[in-house]
């Protein structure tokens, strides 16, 4: 069954770019640019993981993070923070909410694919 992807990002640019990577990896992609409408795909659809920017427009990250893990029924999905800010403390704070991983920005194509492939192994086998 094919890897189910959602990818919430507030840049057009890197948007565009991660899920070419990913498509072109074999991941089936949904893209939204708001939390809004991520929490809303997190709850209507079947996904495999989350890669979320912590800068969205209407919400930031942490927020979203926060709502996704505090429900049962979104909890254990596996989230990738890719995002631009650098400070260790984004990081740190993604970990404490429940991020499986974190990518900054700029990334390659490689590095995406292989920590997305990482989340995705030890949300299968813990």
Known sequence: MQDH???IE???EFMNLARAYLQAN???VTSVNSGADGLRAAFGQRLSAILLDLALPDMD???FLGQLKGDPA???LPVLVVT???DPEYRVRSS???AAGFLSKPFSGGDLVAEVGRILNEARHP
Do not use: I, K, P, Q
């Open 10 to 12: 507030g840049s057009a």
């Open 26 to 28: 074999g991941f089936l």
């Open 96 to 98: 404490e909410m429940g």
């Open 5 to 7: 992807v959602l990818l």
């Open 61 to 63: 990250g942490f927020t």
């Open 74 to 76: 979104t909890h254990a």
């Open 84 to 86: 631009a800010y650098s």
